[in-house]
């Protein structure tokens, strides 16, 4: 899949709108009651970032980001403001925060992912482009300085030697969004006063 290892504008991105999708199919019975399915097994991300476009320098900026990225061709990393650490969005992220694994004493790589639950259920998403720099790892709950690495374009982290059997594996980090831009074309603005405007800017997450 092609993509560019190059972060969207985050000036622009704080004021994106959007958020997760799912694609639930829905049948309604003779009865009035109804049946539902879910398409999708995981929730796929959209956004518009129109609305973080404030100056005509920002819309360039969007422009040629995407004239960079060939239109809907290549991908990129996108900042979710309201969710992009494995803590809320006011923390800060911590060696214990989210559960990938436990130790087995063979196994060496690991996703890094991050759990949503409430009510007693939860969903367990990939993290596949953690931020450099920002990833902490866990065992039984003491940080570990060494003995690890991650790939930042994946979100694998590889362990030597493998975690003991038994061994609770934690990770802390920040993370962004892999997305493409949505559409081929860009409808531009520029009025009289030299304010420029987009209508819309759609991004869409890309998913393995």
């Not at 992009?84 to 911590?94: D, E, F, L, Q, R």
């Not at 980090?173 to 009025?191: A, I, K, N, S, Y």
């Amino acid at each position: 899949m092609a993509f560019h290892e190059v972060r969207f504008p985050e000036d622009i991105s704080r004021g994106a709108r959007g958020g997760p999708q799912r694609r639930t199919q829905i049948v309604e019975l003779a009865s009035g009651a109804e049946e539902r399915n879910a398409s999708w097994a995981n929730s796929r991300r959209r956004y518009d970032v129109a609305y973080g476009i404030r100056r005509v320098d920002d819309l360039a900026a969007v422009v040629a980001f995407f004239e960079a990225r060939n239109g809907r061709l290549y991908g990129f990393r996108f900042k979710d403001w309201a969710d992009h650490k494995s803590c809320t969005p006011s923390g800060t992220p911590g060696p214990t925060d989210q559960l990938i694994g436990i130790g087995d004493g063979e196994q060496t790589e690991l996703q890094l992912t991050k759990a949503y639950a409430s009510g007693g259920h939860s969903w367990v998403r990939a993290i596949t482009k953690p931020v450099s720099g920002t990833v902490r790892i866990a065992l039984n709950g003491a940080e570990q300085m060494n003995g690890w690495s991650v790939d930042a374009g994946t979100g694998i982290v590889t362990f030597a030697p493998a975690p003991a059997d038994g061994v609770a594996i934690r990770a802390g980090f920040e993370f962004d969004v892999p997305v493409r831009f949505d559409t081929d074309t860009f409808d531009v603005t520029l009025d009289i006063e030299r304010l420029g405007s987009i209508t819309s800017i759609p991004l869409v997450e890309l998913r393995r």
